[in-house]
């Protein structure tokens, strides 16, 4: 079984602060998904990263796949109070038609 | 283009009851899946279902079963309920199976008391 690891489990900040999340897992995953739940909803897609060291912008989030797509990590420049969530990684095990494997997530709560 | 809807939103059971729960998916996705979402054990994947048909199962008692109807819609049911089945039941739609990009709706929330 593909697990995905996600660090911290919790996190809480100011406003203003920068963070950083990570999603790790010993196998290789074709492409990770991060989603982003907030409470009394179900998880919202932010962004897919596919090839090895790719880096995306999602406004004040930046993503990366790590070279040899077994990590991921999440940057969050000048949290906001409306970046409060539970951020989630996910990935389909390669290769084959299997369903996404979820981390357990890092829960971040921006205080202002 | 409408979400995913689900329902009921909440919902109160006593232990050895059933329950059926739904799901719409996102206009032209065929497949759906569902997911248990619980705070110990984090989103853990229940069935997919592609063209009415089921393509994968995750490791829950077969007293976990679902459906899938031509429109797409989907239906999840759970016999002889246990407290632990008790967690927030997720159903995502998307264009096609296995890995891809999953569009969540909000959840029905199950408590068996």
């Known amino acids: 079984t593909q697990l995905l690891e996600q660090s911290p489990q919790f996190l809480s900040i100011q406003e203003g602060e920068n963070l950083t999340v990570y999603c790790n897992s010993s196998?290789?995953?074709?492409?990770l998904q991060w989603y982003r739940q907030e409470p009394g909803e179900g998880p919202v897609l932010l962004v897919t990263?596919?090839?090895?060291?790719e880096v995306k912008k999602l406004k004040r989030l930046t993503f990366q796949f790590g070279d040899a797509r077994k990590d991921s990590s999440l940057h969050i420049t000048a949290a906001q109070t409306g970046d409060t969530g539970l951020y989630l990684c996910?990935?389909?095990?390669?290769?084959?038609?299997?369903?996404?494997?979820f981390g357990k997530g890092t829960r971040l709560s921006v205080i202002a | 283009k409408a979400g995913v809807t689900q329902t009921p939103r909440y919902l109160i059971k006593t232990r050895g009851q059933q329950v059926t729960l739904s799901c719409s998916p996102i206009?032209?996705?065929?497949?759906v899946s569902w997911y248990q979402q619980t705070p110990g054990q984090g989103l853990q994947f229940l069935f997919e279902?592609?063209?009415?048909?089921q393509r994968n199962k995750g490791n829950f008692p077969g007293r976990f079963s679902g459906r899938q109807f031509s429109n797409s819609r989907s239906e999840m049911n759970v016999s002889t309920l246990e407290l632990g089945d008790s967690a927030l039941y997720l159903c995502?739609?998307?264009w096609g199976t296995g890995g891809d990009e999953q569009y969540f709706g909000p959840g029905t929330r199950l408590t068996v008391t």
């Open positions: 995502a739609s998307s």
């Open positions: 196998s290789v995953f074709s492409s």
């Open positions: 990263v596919v090839t090895g060291g």
């Open positions: 996910a990935g389909p095990p390669a290769p084959g038609n299997t369903p996404l494997v």
């Open positions: 206009s032209g996705h065929r497949s």
């Open positions: 279902y592609f063209s009415e048909t």
